[in-house]
């Protein structure tokens, strides 16, 4: 990334968020532009594969903290209107001029006019902001570099997010040319080039003193020119990767859950090591199972005597043999009861619970029989008004 690039770019505009957002809202605004723009459900479509790089280089900058606030102060120093050339001097007032260099990291320059020289600023402001804008640039290209975070999506069924399980994954992240060997040369001898002498950046005047860094368009901002430039990553020594892993999902996830598997995203550049491997997890229903975090839960029919009588009453459990409930003579419909340890696995091996509410049926066809005995039961009961207390806390009283 280079200076212009740090300064210039928007990266909350690209996001579509404001400059206050939190983390959280950062991460789901990336997630969404990554996931509509993934190369993989784009096949063909290079502004899609623009929109994806642009959105991962800019919550590679905010989706980290420190980046976010040097990028911050960054645009507030440089973005509007701090160290702009022809500004006031020292105390005689006069304008100076001054190369970045000499600010972050170069060489102590000579007096300026008005007073202070910039050889009075030392190495003091280029150890403050040297880091901010040589990432990339000439003093690290040559260091080891990680690779790149990816983000996948998986769908599993609602058995799978309770007991875990082992999906394959493909993915497609950049990664060295296997027919190079990330060298962009078809014979693996790619020659140094002569525009930036294998730095990878050159420096331009912005006018006013200034200087700006930007890389190499000669060589990429590789430092390396190919002589034969390879035909699968046309010189560039880095070619789209495809592979298929298997992931094991731990048991117990739950749907929009975001698992972290270190190592297992994009490949290093220079010995660095891999990226990161972020797995959003989605989960189907269950015709018959519900959940409430570690708990499952699942509705189960009774009849009228076995709700206003008591009894037992067995109950489906996911995966397992089923259960005996015994139901409480008075229990009403829609009251919950409990099957400890027979939930979903809680992240320290143990279970949570089955909560199982209880729903009186109310049959649609009665025989004959039935009809009396609900007639007879009837009029044993017309006396008494389940609604009273009803009316009665209606009226106040």
């Excluded at 210039?8 to 969404?32: F, H, S």
């Excluded at 649609?364 to 609604?387: I, Q, V």
Aim: proline content about 7%; aromatic content about 6%.
């Amino acid at each position: 990334m280079s200076t212009k690039d740090f300064i210039e770019k928007d990266y909350y505009k690209v996001l579509g968020v404001p400059k206050d957002a939190t983390e959280a809202e950062i991460k789901k605004a990336y997630r969404k532009l990554a996931r509509e723009n993934h190369p993989d459900a784009n096949a063909g479509d290079p502004k899609a594969e623009e929109r994806f790089k642009d959105a991962s280089e800019a919550y590679d900058v905010l989706g980290d903290p420190k980046r976010r606030k040097e990028y911050d102060e960054a645009r507030a120093l440089f973005g509007n209107g701090g160290f702009r050339p022809g500004g006031a001097g020292g105390p005689g007032g006069g304008s100076f001029n001054f190369d970045l260099s000499d600010l972050f990291g170069g060489a102590p320059g000579g007096g300026g006019t008005g007073g202070g020289g910039a050889g009075g600023f030392g190495g003091g402001l280029g150890d403050v902001f040297g880091g901010l804008f040589n990432r990339g640039g000439a003093g690290t290209r040559t260091q080891p570099r990680r690779g790149q975070d990816i983000e996948s999506e998986v769908t599993l069924s609602f058995t799978e997010a309770v007991d875990g399980a082992t999906v394959p994954l493909r993915m497609s992240s950049s990664a060295a040319c296997k027919d190079c060997s990330g060298t962009g040369d078809k014979n693996g001898s790619p020659r140094v080039c002569p525009t930036c002498v294998g730095t990878g950046q050159v420096s331009r005047g912005a006018g006013g003193g200034f200087s700006l860094t930007d890389p190499c368009v000669d060589c990429k901002g590789r430092g390396l020119i190919a002589q034969d430039p390879c035909e699968t990553c046309k010189g560039s020594g880095r070619a789209t990767s495809s592979r298929t892993m298997q992931v094991r999902i731990p048991a117990g996830v739950s749907d929009g859950q975001r698992i972290r598997l270190r190592g297992k995203g994009a490949p290093g550049e220079r010995g660095g090591p891999n990226g990161d491997l972020y797995v959003v997890v989605h989960v189907d229903k269950h015709p018959v199972f519900g959940r409430k975090g570690d708990n499952l839960t699942v509705t189960v029919p009774v009849t009228f005597p076995e709700a206003a009588l008591g009894g037992e009453v067995k109950v489906p459990t996911l995966g397992g043999p089923p259960v005996t409930l015994k139901v409480p003579a008075g229990t009403p419909s829609g009251r919950t009861m409990r099957a400890r340890g027979k939930g979903a696995v809680r992240k320290d091996g143990t279970r949570g619970d089955l909560l199982v509410t209880v729903e009186v049926t109310v049959p649609g066809d009665l025989n004959d029989k039935a009809r009396d005995s609900l007639e007879s039961y009837r009029d044993a009961t017309a006396g008494e008004d389940p609604r009273a207390a009803l009316f009665k806390a209606a009226k106040g009283e």
